[in-house]
Protein backbone atom coordinates (compact mmCIF):
# COMPACT_ATOMS: atom_id res chain seq x y z
CA UNK A 1 0.00 0.00 0.00
CA UNK A 2 3.04 2.50 0.65
CA UNK A 3 4.56 1.67 -2.76
CA UNK A 4 1.23 2.37 -4.45
CA UNK A 5 1.05 5.81 -2.46
CA UNK A 6 4.41 7.29 -3.16
CA UNK A 7 4.23 6.15 -7.09
CA UNK A 8 0.64 7.82 -6.85
CA UNK A 9 2.09 10.73 -5.41
CA UNK A 10 4.59 11.10 -7.83
CA UNK A 11 2.79 10.73 -11.09
CA UNK A 12 -0.06 12.65 -10.01
CA UNK A 13 -2.31 9.70 -8.40
CA UNK A 14 -1.82 8.35 -11.99
CA UNK A 15 -0.31 4.88 -12.79
CA UNK A 16 2.69 4.38 -14.95
CA UNK A 17 1.85 3.66 -18.68
CA UNK A 18 3.62 2.50 -21.95
CA UNK A 19 3.75 6.18 -23.45
CA UNK A 20 5.20 7.41 -20.00
CA UNK A 21 8.18 4.58 -20.45
CA UNK A 22 9.09 4.96 -23.57
CA UNK A 23 9.58 8.98 -23.15
CA UNK A 24 12.15 8.19 -20.03
CA UNK A 25 13.70 6.31 -22.63
CA UNK A 26 13.69 8.86 -25.62
CA UNK A 27 15.08 11.30 -22.14
CA UNK A 28 18.00 8.76 -21.97
CA UNK A 29 18.93 8.57 -25.57
CA UNK A 30 18.43 12.55 -26.11
CA UNK A 31 21.09 12.37 -22.59
CA UNK A 32 23.68 10.15 -24.59
CA UNK A 33 22.87 12.17 -27.72
CA UNK A 34 23.98 15.00 -25.48
CA UNK A 35 27.13 13.76 -24.73
CA UNK A 36 28.66 12.55 -28.10
CA UNK A 37 27.59 15.70 -29.37
CA UNK A 38 29.34 17.44 -26.65
CA UNK A 39 32.58 15.55 -27.43
CA UNK A 40 32.37 15.78 -30.90
CA UNK A 41 32.41 19.41 -30.62
CA UNK A 42 35.63 19.53 -28.16
CA UNK A 43 37.18 17.48 -30.56
CA UNK A 44 36.51 19.86 -33.33
CA UNK A 45 38.26 22.69 -31.27
CA UNK A 46 41.31 20.76 -30.69
CA UNK A 47 44.43 22.23 -33.05
CA UNK A 48 45.14 21.20 -36.27
CA UNK A 49 48.07 18.79 -37.35
CA UNK A 50 48.08 19.58 -41.21
CA UNK A 51 49.22 22.71 -40.62
CA UNK A 52 53.00 23.80 -42.42
CA UNK A 53 55.64 26.61 -42.23
CA UNK A 54 57.94 27.10 -45.38
CA UNK A 55 60.99 28.83 -45.21
CA UNK A 56 63.03 30.61 -47.60
CA UNK A 57 65.72 33.40 -48.40
CA UNK A 58 69.47 33.39 -49.42
CA UNK A 59 72.33 31.38 -47.71
CA UNK A 60 73.69 33.01 -44.45
CA UNK A 61 70.49 34.91 -43.66
CA UNK A 62 69.34 32.49 -40.70
CA UNK A 63 66.81 30.19 -41.50
CA UNK A 64 68.28 27.90 -39.25
CA UNK A 65 69.33 29.88 -36.48
CA UNK A 66 65.76 31.37 -36.46
CA UNK A 67 64.08 27.99 -36.50
CA UNK A 68 66.25 26.18 -33.84
CA UNK A 69 65.41 29.39 -31.84
CA UNK A 70 61.59 28.76 -32.22
CA UNK A 71 62.25 25.33 -31.27
CA UNK A 72 64.21 25.74 -28.16
CA UNK A 73 67.54 24.07 -29.18
CA UNK A 74 70.74 25.99 -28.25
CA UNK A 75 72.92 23.96 -31.22
CA UNK A 76 71.48 23.98 -34.25
CA UNK A 77 72.72 22.02 -37.02
CA UNK A 78 72.38 23.39 -40.60
CA UNK A 79 71.67 20.74 -43.46
CA UNK A 80 71.18 20.99 -47.36
CA UNK A 81 68.61 20.99 -50.00
CA UNK A 82 65.08 20.76 -48.50
CA UNK A 83 65.22 20.31 -44.48
CA UNK A 84 62.75 19.11 -42.19
CA UNK A 85 61.50 20.13 -38.57
CA UNK A 86 58.68 20.84 -36.43
CA UNK A 87 57.55 23.13 -33.40
CA UNK A 88 55.83 21.91 -30.22
CA UNK A 89 52.77 24.40 -30.01
CA UNK A 90 50.64 24.61 -26.76
CA UNK A 91 47.33 25.96 -26.40
CA UNK A 92 47.06 27.04 -22.72
CA UNK A 93 43.15 27.26 -23.28
CA UNK A 94 41.89 24.36 -24.20
CA UNK A 95 44.94 22.39 -22.83
CA UNK A 96 46.37 21.03 -26.36
CA UNK A 97 49.80 20.12 -27.81
CA UNK A 98 50.13 19.93 -32.15
CA UNK A 99 53.99 19.99 -33.82
CA UNK A 100 54.07 22.10 -36.35
CA UNK A 101 55.79 21.20 -39.25
CA UNK A 102 58.70 23.32 -40.90
CA UNK A 103 59.92 23.22 -44.28
CA UNK A 104 63.50 24.80 -44.46
CA UNK A 105 64.79 25.25 -48.29
CA UNK A 106 68.12 26.38 -49.33
CA UNK A 107 69.12 29.39 -50.85
CA UNK A 108 71.07 27.84 -53.74
CA UNK A 109 69.38 28.40 -56.75
CA UNK A 110 70.18 24.93 -58.05
CA UNK A 111 67.48 23.43 -55.13
CA UNK A 112 64.34 25.51 -56.20
CA UNK A 113 63.09 22.47 -57.84
CA UNK A 114 62.52 21.33 -54.52
CA UNK A 115 60.03 23.59 -53.56
CA UNK A 116 57.29 21.08 -54.95
CA UNK A 117 58.03 18.93 -51.81
CA UNK A 118 56.84 21.51 -49.70
CA UNK A 119 54.13 23.64 -50.91
CA UNK A 120 51.69 21.44 -53.61
CA UNK A 121 48.02 21.14 -54.16
CA UNK A 122 47.34 19.76 -50.92
CA UNK A 123 49.22 21.32 -48.46
CA UNK A 124 48.70 24.99 -50.11
CA UNK A 125 46.02 26.28 -47.76
CA UNK A 126 47.70 25.30 -44.46
CA UNK A 127 50.98 26.63 -45.44
CA UNK A 128 52.33 29.81 -43.98
CA UNK A 129 55.56 31.61 -45.58
CA UNK A 130 58.66 33.02 -43.47
CA UNK A 131 60.70 34.75 -46.05
CA UNK A 132 64.38 35.74 -44.20
CA UNK A 133 66.57 39.01 -45.05
CA UNK A 134 69.92 39.16 -43.06
CA UNK A 135 70.90 42.44 -41.75
CA UNK A 136 74.67 41.56 -42.36
CA UNK A 137 73.70 42.60 -45.99
CA UNK A 138 71.38 45.99 -45.99
CA UNK A 139 72.75 46.60 -50.08
CA UNK A 140 70.66 43.16 -51.20
CA UNK A 141 67.73 43.11 -48.98
CA UNK A 142 65.33 44.60 -52.08
CA UNK A 143 66.85 42.56 -54.42
CA UNK A 144 65.87 40.05 -52.18
CA UNK A 145 62.34 40.29 -51.49
CA UNK A 146 61.64 40.55 -55.26
CA UNK A 147 63.84 37.44 -55.84
CA UNK A 148 62.06 35.26 -53.34
CA UNK A 149 58.70 36.39 -54.18
CA UNK A 150 59.06 36.08 -57.75
CA UNK A 151 60.30 32.38 -57.10
CA UNK A 152 57.18 31.82 -54.96
CA UNK A 153 54.37 33.61 -57.39
CA UNK A 154 56.18 31.31 -60.31
CA UNK A 155 55.79 27.97 -58.10
CA UNK A 156 52.32 29.17 -57.18
CA UNK A 157 51.09 29.70 -60.73
CA UNK A 158 52.62 25.72 -61.85
CA UNK A 159 50.45 24.14 -59.34
CA UNK A 160 47.06 23.06 -60.40
CA UNK A 161 45.29 24.60 -57.42
CA UNK A 162 41.28 24.28 -57.86
CA UNK A 163 40.45 28.39 -58.91
CA UNK A 164 37.50 28.32 -56.27
CA UNK A 165 39.87 27.34 -53.37
CA UNK A 166 42.50 29.64 -54.31
CA UNK A 167 40.11 32.45 -54.80
CA UNK A 168 39.03 31.99 -51.23
CA UNK A 169 42.75 31.87 -49.82
CA UNK A 170 42.52 35.27 -51.19
CA UNK A 171 39.63 36.07 -50.19
CA UNK A 172 40.61 35.23 -46.27
CA UNK A 173 43.73 37.35 -46.65
CA UNK A 174 41.74 40.69 -47.48
CA UNK A 175 38.93 40.01 -45.11
CA UNK A 176 41.83 40.00 -42.64
CA UNK A 177 43.29 42.83 -43.74
CA UNK A 178 40.15 44.74 -43.52
CA UNK A 179 39.19 43.47 -39.87
CA UNK A 180 42.24 44.32 -38.57
CA UNK A 181 42.04 46.33 -35.13
CA UNK A 182 44.63 47.04 -32.45
CA UNK A 183 44.11 44.75 -29.83
CA UNK A 184 43.17 44.88 -26.20
CA UNK A 185 45.41 44.02 -23.37
CA UNK A 186 42.70 43.56 -20.41
CA UNK A 187 40.91 40.73 -22.11
CA UNK A 188 40.75 38.23 -18.96
CA UNK A 189 43.42 34.76 -20.08
CA UNK A 190 41.74 32.09 -18.23
CA UNK A 191 38.76 32.47 -20.82
CA UNK A 192 38.67 30.06 -23.17
CA UNK A 193 36.87 31.67 -25.85
CA UNK A 194 38.62 32.24 -29.02
CA UNK A 195 40.09 35.99 -29.29
CA UNK A 196 41.18 37.16 -32.61
CA UNK A 197 42.73 40.72 -32.91
CA UNK A 198 39.56 42.37 -33.18
CA UNK A 199 37.44 44.96 -30.72
CA UNK A 200 34.30 43.49 -29.64
CA UNK A 201 32.53 46.52 -30.51
CA UNK A 202 33.50 47.60 -34.34
CA UNK A 203 30.58 46.90 -36.51
CA UNK A 204 30.87 44.35 -38.80
CA UNK A 205 30.22 46.78 -41.61
CA UNK A 206 34.09 47.36 -41.71
CA UNK A 207 34.02 44.07 -43.88
CA UNK A 208 33.06 45.85 -46.82
CA UNK A 209 35.64 48.64 -46.60
CA UNK A 210 38.12 49.05 -49.55
CA UNK A 211 41.50 48.01 -48.77
CA UNK A 212 44.08 50.54 -47.98
CA UNK A 213 46.58 52.29 -50.92
CA UNK A 214 49.40 49.87 -51.99
CA UNK A 215 47.55 47.05 -50.03
CA UNK A 216 47.89 43.23 -51.59
CA UNK A 217 48.52 44.75 -54.78
CA UNK A 218 50.01 40.87 -55.75
CA UNK A 219 47.58 38.57 -53.98
CA UNK A 220 49.59 35.08 -53.42
CA UNK A 221 47.02 33.57 -51.10
CA UNK A 222 49.31 32.66 -48.82
CA UNK A 223 50.31 34.33 -45.51
CA UNK A 224 53.42 35.70 -45.84
CA UNK A 225 56.31 37.22 -42.58
CA UNK A 226 59.17 38.72 -43.47
CA UNK A 227 61.80 38.26 -41.03
CA UNK A 228 64.95 40.20 -41.01
CA UNK A 229 67.21 38.96 -38.88
CA UNK A 230 70.61 39.74 -37.46
CA UNK A 231 69.49 43.38 -36.35
CA UNK A 232 71.99 42.81 -33.61
CA UNK A 233 74.83 44.12 -36.60
CA UNK A 234 73.08 47.38 -36.78
CA UNK A 235 75.55 48.55 -34.44
CA UNK A 236 78.71 47.24 -36.96
CA UNK A 237 77.47 49.14 -39.39
CA UNK A 238 77.11 52.65 -37.60
CA UNK A 239 81.09 52.13 -36.80
CA UNK A 240 82.69 50.71 -39.75
CA UNK A 241 79.89 51.61 -42.67
CA UNK A 242 78.90 55.27 -41.16
CA UNK A 243 75.51 54.15 -41.11
CA UNK A 244 72.54 56.73 -39.85
CA UNK A 245 69.38 56.63 -38.49
CA UNK A 246 68.18 57.86 -42.16
CA UNK A 247 69.70 55.11 -43.41
CA UNK A 248 67.65 52.72 -41.33
CA UNK A 249 64.67 54.44 -41.45
CA UNK A 250 64.87 54.62 -45.96
CA UNK A 251 65.84 50.81 -45.34
CA UNK A 252 62.44 50.06 -43.77
CA UNK A 253 60.21 52.68 -45.49
CA UNK A 254 61.46 50.45 -48.34
CA UNK A 255 60.30 46.71 -47.05
CA UNK A 256 57.50 48.12 -45.80
CA UNK A 257 55.97 49.15 -48.78
CA UNK A 258 57.38 46.19 -49.77
CA UNK A 259 55.40 44.17 -47.46
CA UNK A 260 51.72 46.25 -47.82
CA UNK A 261 52.54 44.44 -51.66
CA UNK A 262 51.86 41.04 -50.72
CA UNK A 263 49.88 41.18 -47.75
CA UNK A 264 52.74 40.23 -45.49
CA UNK A 265 53.93 41.07 -41.83
CA UNK A 266 57.26 42.26 -40.91
CA UNK A 267 59.95 41.48 -37.88
CA UNK A 268 62.88 42.74 -36.98
CA UNK A 269 64.68 39.41 -34.73
CA UNK A 270 67.95 39.02 -33.46
CA UNK A 271 68.67 35.43 -31.84
CA UNK A 272 72.54 36.68 -30.86
CA UNK A 273 70.17 39.46 -28.50
CA UNK A 274 67.30 37.48 -28.27
CA UNK A 275 64.91 40.34 -29.62
CA UNK A 276 61.26 39.56 -31.10
CA UNK A 277 61.90 35.39 -31.32
CA UNK A 278 59.37 34.69 -28.61
CA UNK A 279 56.86 37.54 -30.06
CA UNK A 280 57.45 35.58 -33.42
CA UNK A 281 56.34 32.58 -31.90
CA UNK A 282 53.35 33.73 -30.42
CA UNK A 283 52.65 35.73 -34.07
CA UNK A 284 52.85 32.37 -36.18
CA UNK A 285 50.14 30.43 -33.41
CA UNK A 286 48.12 32.86 -33.94
CA UNK A 287 48.28 33.37 -37.82
CA UNK A 288 47.94 29.57 -38.40
CA UNK A 289 45.94 28.54 -35.31
CA UNK A 290 44.04 31.10 -34.44
CA UNK A 291 45.71 31.50 -30.56
CA UNK A 292 45.74 35.01 -29.25
CA UNK A 293 47.70 37.48 -29.90
CA UNK A 294 47.81 40.83 -27.70
CA UNK A 295 50.82 42.64 -29.00
CA UNK A 296 50.69 45.91 -30.56
CA UNK A 297 53.22 46.95 -33.32
CA UNK A 298 56.42 48.06 -32.25
CA UNK A 299 57.87 50.91 -34.77
CA UNK A 300 60.27 52.80 -32.15
CA UNK A 301 63.03 50.31 -31.58
CA UNK A 302 64.99 50.11 -35.00
CA UNK A 303 66.27 46.55 -34.95
CA UNK A 304 62.98 45.55 -33.26
CA UNK A 305 60.36 46.22 -35.66
CA UNK A 306 57.36 44.54 -35.58
CA UNK A 307 54.22 45.02 -38.07
CA UNK A 308 50.96 42.55 -37.89
CA UNK A 309 49.88 42.10 -40.99
CA UNK A 310 47.05 44.72 -41.21
CA UNK A 311 48.28 47.37 -39.60
CA UNK A 312 50.45 49.01 -41.55
CA UNK A 313 49.31 52.15 -44.53
CA UNK A 314 50.89 54.20 -46.78
CA UNK A 315 50.10 56.93 -43.98
CA UNK A 316 52.46 55.02 -41.09
CA UNK A 317 55.02 54.61 -43.56
CA UNK A 318 54.98 58.47 -43.88
CA UNK A 319 56.23 59.20 -40.58
CA UNK A 320 59.50 57.74 -41.14
CA UNK A 321 60.08 60.33 -44.34
CA UNK A 322 60.47 63.36 -42.21
CA UNK A 323 63.90 61.65 -40.67
CA UNK A 324 65.37 61.46 -43.71
CA UNK A 325 67.53 64.62 -44.80
CA UNK A 326 70.48 63.34 -47.08
CA UNK A 327 68.15 61.11 -49.54
CA UNK A 328 64.31 60.94 -50.63
CA UNK A 329 61.69 57.89 -50.00
CA UNK A 330 61.52 57.06 -53.74
CA UNK A 331 64.97 57.48 -53.87
CA UNK A 332 66.52 54.20 -55.90
CA UNK A 333 67.46 51.71 -53.52
CA UNK A 334 70.90 50.98 -54.15
CA UNK A 335 71.92 54.62 -54.72
CA UNK A 336 71.64 55.15 -50.86
CA UNK A 337 72.61 51.57 -49.60
CA UNK A 338 75.61 50.81 -51.89
CA UNK A 339 77.28 47.86 -51.51
CA UNK A 340 80.91 49.14 -50.02
CA UNK A 341 84.03 48.27 -51.68
CA UNK A 342 85.38 44.68 -51.34
CA UNK A 343 88.01 44.72 -49.26
CA UNK A 344 90.83 41.46 -49.36
CA UNK A 345 90.45 39.52 -46.28
CA UNK A 346 93.97 39.99 -44.38
CA UNK A 347 94.88 36.67 -42.84
CA UNK A 348 96.87 36.94 -39.50
CA UNK A 349 98.11 32.81 -40.72
CA UNK A 350 101.02 32.07 -42.61
CA UNK A 351 101.04 31.06 -45.76
CA UNK A 352 100.93 27.31 -46.30
CA UNK A 353 104.80 26.32 -47.25
CA UNK A 354 104.09 23.50 -50.12
CA UNK A 355 106.71 20.45 -49.88
CA UNK A 356 109.03 19.71 -53.05
CA UNK A 357 108.53 15.99 -54.34
CA UNK A 358 111.16 14.28 -53.20
CA UNK A 359 112.49 12.87 -56.58
CA UNK A 360 112.38 16.37 -58.03
CA UNK A 361 114.36 17.73 -55.27
CA UNK A 362 117.26 15.23 -55.96
CA UNK A 363 117.29 15.90 -59.39
CA UNK A 364 117.22 19.62 -58.97
CA UNK A 365 120.64 19.41 -56.25
CA UNK A 366 122.42 16.48 -58.93
CA UNK A 367 122.02 19.06 -61.10
CA UNK A 368 123.40 21.81 -58.88
CA UNK A 369 126.65 19.48 -58.32
CA UNK A 370 127.37 18.45 -61.75
CA UNK A 371 127.16 22.65 -62.88
CA UNK A 372 129.85 22.97 -59.51
CA UNK A 373 127.80 24.73 -57.62
CA UNK A 374 127.03 24.40 -53.88
CA UNK A 375 122.60 24.16 -52.88
CA UNK A 376 121.93 26.50 -50.88
CA UNK A 377 120.89 25.89 -47.43
CA UNK A 378 119.31 27.41 -44.70
CA UNK A 379 121.36 28.98 -41.76
CA UNK A 380 121.60 26.30 -39.10
CA UNK A 381 122.96 27.19 -35.57
CA UNK A 382 126.29 25.21 -36.44
CA UNK A 383 127.12 27.89 -38.99
CA UNK A 384 126.81 30.82 -37.36
CA UNK A 385 128.02 32.19 -33.46
CA UNK A 386 126.73 34.50 -31.24
CA UNK A 387 129.05 37.57 -31.69
CA UNK A 388 130.14 37.13 -35.18
CA UNK A 389 127.82 39.17 -37.25
CA UNK A 390 126.13 35.81 -38.68
CA UNK A 391 129.09 35.03 -40.07
CA UNK A 392 129.84 31.00 -40.59
CA UNK A 393 132.29 29.87 -38.13
CA UNK A 394 133.76 27.29 -40.56
CA UNK A 395 134.68 30.43 -42.61
CA UNK A 396 137.08 31.51 -39.99
CA UNK A 397 140.21 29.75 -39.55
CA UNK A 398 141.76 32.20 -36.50
CA UNK A 399 140.15 33.57 -33.98
CA UNK A 400 140.77 37.26 -33.45
CA UNK A 401 141.78 38.77 -30.13
CA UNK A 402 139.84 42.33 -28.95
CA UNK A 403 142.75 44.62 -30.46
CA UNK A 404 141.91 42.00 -34.17
CA UNK A 405 145.66 41.09 -33.63
CA UNK A 406 145.84 37.34 -35.05
CA UNK A 407 146.13 34.83 -32.64
CA UNK A 408 149.28 32.24 -32.00
CA UNK A 409 148.52 28.67 -33.04
CA UNK A 410 148.70 26.92 -30.42
CA UNK A 411 150.99 23.24 -30.43
CA UNK A 412 148.00 21.25 -29.08
CA UNK A 413 144.66 20.84 -31.57
CA UNK A 414 141.80 21.68 -30.13
CA UNK A 415 139.04 19.83 -32.02
CA UNK A 416 136.68 21.97 -29.99
CA UNK A 417 137.96 25.22 -31.06
CA UNK A 418 136.87 27.13 -34.10
CA UNK A 419 140.84 27.75 -34.79
CA UNK A 420 141.96 24.21 -35.55
CA UNK A 421 138.73 23.46 -37.31
CA UNK A 422 138.68 26.37 -39.34
CA UNK A 423 142.30 25.18 -41.10
CA UNK A 424 141.67 22.16 -41.35
CA UNK A 425 138.58 22.30 -43.25
CA UNK A 426 139.86 25.24 -45.56
CA UNK A 427 142.77 22.79 -46.28
CA UNK A 428 140.54 19.99 -47.31
CA UNK A 429 138.40 22.87 -49.22
CA UNK A 430 141.49 23.04 -50.93
CA UNK A 431 142.63 19.56 -51.76
CA UNK A 432 138.72 18.97 -53.23
CA UNK A 433 138.76 21.91 -55.40
CA UNK A 434 142.18 21.61 -57.32
CA UNK A 435 141.53 20.73 -60.79
CA UNK A 436 145.07 20.83 -61.84
CA UNK A 437 148.53 21.22 -60.31
CA UNK A 438 150.48 24.40 -61.43
CA UNK A 439 153.48 26.03 -60.21
CA UNK A 440 152.10 28.58 -58.30
CA UNK A 441 150.01 25.73 -56.78
CA UNK A 442 153.04 24.06 -55.50
CA UNK A 443 153.66 26.92 -52.93
CA UNK A 444 149.89 26.54 -51.73
CA UNK A 445 150.33 22.93 -51.06
CA UNK A 446 153.79 23.76 -48.57
CA UNK A 447 151.90 26.73 -47.30
CA UNK A 448 148.81 23.99 -46.55
CA UNK A 449 151.19 21.66 -45.11
CA UNK A 450 153.14 24.16 -43.11
CA UNK A 451 149.85 25.29 -41.57
CA UNK A 452 148.77 21.67 -40.71
CA UNK A 453 152.42 20.64 -39.46
CA UNK A 454 152.24 24.07 -37.23
CA UNK A 455 148.28 22.75 -35.79
CA UNK A 456 149.01 19.09 -35.45
CA UNK A 457 153.12 19.99 -33.80
CA UNK A 458 152.55 19.93 -30.13
CA UNK A 459 155.68 22.18 -30.19
CA UNK A 460 154.93 24.04 -33.27
CA UNK A 461 154.38 27.93 -32.58
CA UNK A 462 153.72 30.83 -34.74
CA UNK A 463 157.40 31.18 -35.98
CA UNK A 464 158.40 27.54 -35.43
CA UNK A 465 159.79 25.93 -38.49
CA UNK A 466 156.20 23.54 -38.85
CA UNK A 467 154.22 26.55 -39.10
CA UNK A 468 152.76 29.07 -41.51
CA UNK A 469 155.76 30.95 -44.07
CA UNK A 470 154.41 33.69 -45.13
CA UNK A 471 157.47 34.46 -48.03
CA UNK A 472 156.16 30.70 -49.61
CA UNK A 473 152.23 31.59 -49.44
CA UNK A 474 151.29 33.09 -53.02
CA UNK A 475 148.06 34.96 -53.86
CA UNK A 476 146.44 31.40 -55.25
CA UNK A 477 146.17 30.25 -52.03
CA UNK A 478 143.24 30.75 -50.43
CA UNK A 479 144.46 29.62 -46.86
CA UNK A 480 147.59 31.66 -46.69
CA UNK A 481 145.47 34.83 -47.68
CA UNK A 482 142.95 33.88 -44.66
CA UNK A 483 145.86 33.36 -41.99
CA UNK A 484 147.44 36.48 -43.03
CA UNK A 485 143.90 38.44 -42.78
CA UNK A 486 144.28 39.44 -46.21
CA UNK A 487 141.36 40.28 -48.57
CA UNK A 488 142.67 38.53 -51.79
CA UNK A 489 140.19 36.03 -53.04
CA UNK A 490 140.36 34.46 -56.08
CA UNK A 491 138.39 31.77 -58.02
CA UNK A 492 139.18 29.21 -56.52
CA UNK A 493 138.97 30.78 -53.25
CA UNK A 494 135.29 31.84 -53.66
CA UNK A 495 134.56 28.02 -54.98
CA UNK A 496 136.23 26.84 -51.53
CA UNK A 497 134.06 29.89 -49.44
CA UNK A 498 130.75 28.35 -50.89
CA UNK A 499 131.52 24.82 -49.96
CA UNK A 500 129.09 23.51 -46.95
CA UNK A 501 131.80 23.40 -43.75
CA UNK A 502 129.17 21.91 -41.87
CA UNK A 503 129.18 18.85 -43.45
CA UNK A 504 133.25 18.92 -42.96
CA UNK A 505 133.28 20.07 -39.19
CA UNK A 506 130.45 17.32 -38.40
CA UNK A 507 133.18 14.92 -40.64
CA UNK A 508 136.36 16.25 -38.56
CA UNK A 509 134.48 15.94 -34.89
CA UNK A 510 134.02 11.96 -35.73
CA UNK A 511 137.72 11.49 -36.28
CA UNK A 512 139.78 13.40 -34.42
CA UNK A 513 141.94 11.03 -33.03
CA UNK A 514 142.99 10.24 -36.97
CA UNK A 515 143.51 13.92 -37.71
CA UNK A 516 145.81 14.44 -34.67
CA UNK A 517 147.52 11.51 -36.85
CA UNK A 518 147.76 12.82 -39.94
CA UNK A 519 149.31 16.21 -38.46
CA UNK A 520 151.72 14.67 -37.02
CA UNK A 521 153.52 12.78 -39.51
CA UNK A 522 153.13 16.11 -41.56
CA UNK A 523 155.78 17.83 -38.51
CA UNK A 524 157.78 14.82 -38.90
CA UNK A 525 158.22 15.13 -42.54
Not at 198 to 218: C, F, I, K, Y
Not at 340 to 345: A, E
Not at 363 to 381: I, K, V
Not at 387 to 416: E, F, H, L, W
Request: with cysteine.
Amino acid sequence: MMEIQTQSQVHGLTTPTAAARKKDAEAKENLWSSILNEVQTQSNTKLPTNKLVLVVGDNASGKTTLIAKLQGVEDPKKGSGLEYAYIDVRDEYRDDVTRLGVWILDGDAGHNNLLKYALNEQNFPHTLVILTLSMTTPWSLVDQLQHWMKILDDHIASLKIDPEEKQQCQARLMTEWQNYCETIDDLDPGSPIKRTNRLPSVDDELDALPLPEGVLTTNLGLDVVVVVTKTDYMTTLEKELDYRDEHFDFMQQWIRRFCLMYGASLFYTSVKEDKNCDLLYKYLTHRIYGLPFRTPALVVEKDAVLIPAGWDNMKKISILHENMQSCKPDDYYNDIIAQPPSRKTVSNRESEIQTEEEQAFLARQQQLLQQGQTPARGESPLRSQPGNGGKSAARTPVATGAQGSPKKIDGKIAPGTQSGEGVLANFFNSLLHKKSVSPGSAAAAAAAGGVAGGVGSPAGGGGGGGGINPASVTSSTPLSSRVNGTSETTASDKLSMRTDAALELDRLARSVKKDLDFSTAQSDC
